[in-house]
């Protein structure tokens, strides 16, 4: 689950990027990283990187409540994480 969550996380953020509005294939290739990163983290509550790309899917996706919450967890894991921090802090 590992590695088709870091895949399809890939391909979901490139797909946010690509365009303002969301397809219905990219819609579902964003849902189905999300599902894969939500079983990865529920194999490793301890995973670090997929909190912050969850996090980063969250966040540009506008869902700032999520992407916050997941951020904070990666400072919990790493408290050295510039990127979570700065991210917070643009998140207020």
């Not at 951020?71 to 894991?77: A, I, M």
Request: charged share 30%; no cysteine.
């Amino acid at each position: 689950h590992v590695n088709r969550a870091v895949a399809q996380s890939r391909k979901a953020i490139t797909a946010i990027q690509s365009t303002d509005a969301v397809s219905p294939e990219s819609r579902k290739l964003i849902d189905d990283a999300i599902r894969d990163l939500d079983r990865a983290i529920a194999l490793d509550a301890n995973f670090t990187d997929a909190y912050m790309v969850r996090g980063n899917i969250h966040l540009l996706l506008g869902n700032n409540e999520k992407a916050a919450a997941d951020l904070r967890q990666v400072l919990k894991l790493d408290p050295q994480s510039a990127y979570a921090r700065d991210a917070l802090k643009k998140l207020g």
